[in-house]
């Protein structure tokens, strides 16, 4: 694996994932309580021997930057690496990136530099775990220039996928984007061929792309250079190289999921409070999910009620009643509150004693969630201030409302409160 280069790509603007992308890039997201979601694939390279890591993005890239140069420092007599490498303007390239392969491409220059056969491709908004090195070893043994991993997946969820179809050898031969009626059942295929037990090839018969790719090196600049107008690898650049190419396919039937909107993204991470075995665990010695170390006290507990819930460190909470929610670090919880179906994710830092009570004695609003409130179905984003006795019920159901003025919006029925916002006392939602 020492030849082989990781790519992840961060992704635009995160619009799907808006308002937590507001202030930082994608792959910056918090998630389950002291994790971001770029800590997933660069740890899943880490695990299968891939230690230099490049990590492509365009927006809000300060946070990003930070964590991984302090969660992911080499030892000096390495030559491994987790950097980010923003999108720049030059005389070449007068644009931003157009999309992922043109994110590729505007980096190929650096990419040459190093002395690898394969380039790995990843998406930095997947929940899984994966050995890279087994997908990688199946590249090579079937002699392909690209290799694209897949998920077997049932009829009912075929048509919201890009599927793909294969010969008897694997080759990855036909695309169809999200087919439906009869161009839907002409993508079936045996997936047997791929490893699928001939039960499970009967009930899920379409494979669809995982967005995670390898490419043979110059098989990749040749492409990337040759289809200079091309952007993204999944719509055009990997679908235009089926017939001239050999294209083979890789199977993953394990849990993986694509976290890239509001309601993807807080179902994830409340399902690992699942009991007695969430479809994710961090809780893996083998194949551990790294992050940036905070040395945080331990969490206290203050005569409190907690139910299928994960706790991150260095919270405060006192006599209230917590249910299958996950807390961020630093979540301060008053007495009296109760909090079910919750992401919280925490704060940045902690305030002192005397200023928090300082401005309880002003009738300001201290970090976390103030006495009597009680919170259901919802995102808190870092270093909100929500007072006493406030609602957050989305009592009117609303799905969707965009009301930023006052500190929080609705996306798919879940009212996400934005980092650093203040919701005053009493206030309903």
């Known amino acids: 694996m020492k030849r082989v280069l990781g790519i992840i790509l961060g992704g635009g603007a995160g619009t799907r994932l808006y308002p937590l992308t507001k202030l930082r890039a994608k792959p910056a997201v918090p998630l389950a309580g002291k994790y971001r979601l770029i800590d997933i694939p660069v740890s899943n390279c880490i695990n299968s021997g891939i230690d230099k890591i490049y990590v492509l993005t365009q927006f809000n890239s300060a946070s990003l930057n930070r964590h991984l140069s302090r969660g992911y420092n080499f030892s000096s ?70 290799t694209l991993s897949v998920i ?7 048509s919201s996928f890009g599927l793909m179809k294969i010969d ?14 009869e161009a839907l059942k002409a993508m079936q ?18 494979i669809a792309s995982m967005g995670i790719y390898v490419f043979k090196r110059d098989v990749l600049i040749d492409l990337l250079e040759k289809h200079a107008s091309q952007t993204d690898f999944g719509k055009e650049i990997i679908p235009g190289a089926a017939d001239d190419y050999n294209l083979q396919a890789y199977l993953f039937d394990d849990y993986w999921e694509d976290i890239g909107t509001i309601e993807s993204f807080f179902e994830a991470n409340l399902a690992l409070t699942m009991q007695p075995k969430p479809s994710f665990s ?62 919280a994710m925490g704060a940045d830092y902690y305030e002192p004693f005397a200023e928090r009570q300082n401005m309880n004695d002003s009738k300001q609003i201290p970090i976390g969630i103030g006495e009597g409130s009680t919170i259901r179905r919802a995102i808190i984003d870092k270093n909100a201030r929500i007072g006493q006795k406030v609602l957050i019920l989305n009592k009117d159901r609303v799905e969707e409302a965009d009301r930023e003025s006052e500190g929080f919006y609705i996306r798919s029925g879940i009212v996400v409160v934005l980092k650093n916002a203040v919701i005053p006392d009493g206030t309903v939602i």
Not at 103 to 115: C, H, I
Not at 152 to 158: F, H, L, M, Q
């Open 168 to 181: 008897n050898n694997g080759r990855v031969i036909d695309f169809s984007e999200k087919p439906k009626g």
């Open 152 to 158: 077997p997946i049932d009829e009912r969820r075929a």
């Open 282 to 343: 961090f809780y893996d010695e083998q194949a551990p999910i790294y992050t940036r170390s905070r040395y945080l006290p331990p969490t206290k507990l203050l005569d409190c009620e907690v139910k299928e819930s994960i706790i991150g460190e260095g919270c405060i909470l006192k006599e209230c009643n917590i249910s299958h929610s996950v807390l961020g670090i630093r979540t301060r919880i008053e007495s009296g509150c109760k909090i079910e179906d919750v992401l």
């Open 189 to 206: 295929v045996d997936t047997t061929t791929l490893g699928l037990s001939p039960e499970d090839a009967r009930q899920k018969p379409y």
């Open 77 to 146: 007599i390495s030559d491994g690496f987790v950097e980010v490498l923003a999108a720049y303007q030059t005389p070449e390239h007068p644009d931003w990136f157009q999309g992922t392969a043109d994110a590729v491409r505007q980096y190929l220059w650096l990419f040459r530099e190093w002395d690898a056969d394969e380039y790995l491709i990843l998406s930095g908004d997947h929940l899984y775990r994966m050995d890279y090195s087994d997908f990688i070893q199946r590249h090579r043994e079937t002699g392909a220039d690209i």
